[in-house]
């Protein structure tokens, strides 16, 4: 059993290198798209409130899989468009969209949380809306939204999964392919704890960060 443990690790470990790499990207690129968003989904110009509305409403409302394949299968079968996009950028691309449109929602009642009063306070003292914004309301929204980001960080480690079905050589393409192969389930197996080891660590993480900006507010 261990032995072919070991024989499976190096392919499994690659699949794994895969998977880390989209969601690095993805979560660098999405934190600050989910911020403007929100800004522009909480601004007074209604026209693009709405768009950002809608915007944020189609993709909480389809499946982020049908995103990956609109974006891959889609976009090039469209006529005047007809647009190939290779399966690394588009899977980038599908989840970004996506992400974005949740890291909204969650930094939009973040900032909806600080009182008005604050607001006003800042006013008085003369800071303009972008001091304001960025010296009282953002430290404080970062330190509210730890907890629900964390739940979306770990959503997303998960969610990379769903890359498989472009071909793209993920942690669970290749557990899939090994078990194919080999018929045995021991892959799974390994591939579980991966995702474990995983989660448990960003979990620790997203905890320290929690307890430090709590301190810090103190």
């Known amino acids: 059993m261990l032995d072919y443990i070991l024989s499976i690790l190096p392919n499994m470990v690659e699949g794994l ?36 509305e809608f915007y944020i409403y189609i993709m ?12 891959y299968y889609g976009l090039p079968m469209i006529p005047g468009i007809e647009l190939q996009i290779d399966d690394f950028s588009a899977a980038i691309i599908a989840f970004v969209a996506n ?9 939009r009642g973040g ?47 998960k969610d990379t999964s769903l890359v498989y079905v472009l071909a793209m050589n993920d942690l669970m393409r290749v557990t899939r392919s090994i078990v194919q192969r080999d018929f045995d389930t021991t892959a799974f197996i390994v591939a579980a704890v991966f995702y474990l080891v995983c989660t448990f ?16 507010e103190e």
């Open 111 to 157: 900032i909806q949380s600080i009182s008005r009063g604050q607001y006003e306070g800042a006013k008085v003292l003369g800071f303009t809306y972008r001091q304001t914004m960025w010296h009282i309301v953002l430290p404080q929204v970062i330190k509210r939204v730890i907890p629900p980001l964390g739940n979306e960080t770990i959503t997303l480690l």
């Open 99 to 107: 992400y974005a449109a949740y890291f909204a929602e969650i930094f």
């Open 201 to 216: 660590v960003l979990t620790r993480a997203l905890g320290w960060l929690e307890k430090r900006y709590a301190v810090y």
């Open 17 to 52: 290198g895969v998977s880390a790499q989209i969601f690095v990207i993805v979560y660098v690129l999405s934190l600050p798209c989910g911020m403007l968003l929100s800004l522009v989904r909480l601004s007074k110009l209604g026209l693009f409130r709405r768009v950002a």
């Open 60 to 71: 909480r409302g389809t499946p982020l899989m049908l995103q990956i394949l609109f974006i």
